[in-house]
């Protein structure tokens, strides 16, 4: 199951890039709950729905 959070007119605190293409967010953007991962819009975080469980395993085996 998908789980996001649609932001509409808020600019992330500190400068924030699509995890999967990298385009800077601004202003909207969507929020992956599950893994906290930002993208910047629907057709970027749909289009690629395996990906942030491949980062995610990536960056958890890099902290260890």
């Known amino acids: 199951m998908m789980r996001f ?4 007119g808020r600019i992330p605190r500190m ?4 995890v999967l293409c990298g385009a800077k967010i ?3 953007y969507i929020r992956d709950i599950s893994t906290q991962f930002c ?14 469980q491949r980062a995610l395993v990536f ?6």
Do not use: W
């Open 5 to 8: 959070i649609l932001v509409n």
């Open 15 to 18: 400068a924030t890039y699509c």
């Open 26 to 28: 601004e202003g909207n």
């Open 39 to 52: 993208h910047c819009d629907g057709v970027c975080f749909a289009s690629h729905p395996t990906l942030p």
């Open 59 to 64: 960056h958890a085996r890099a902290a260890s």
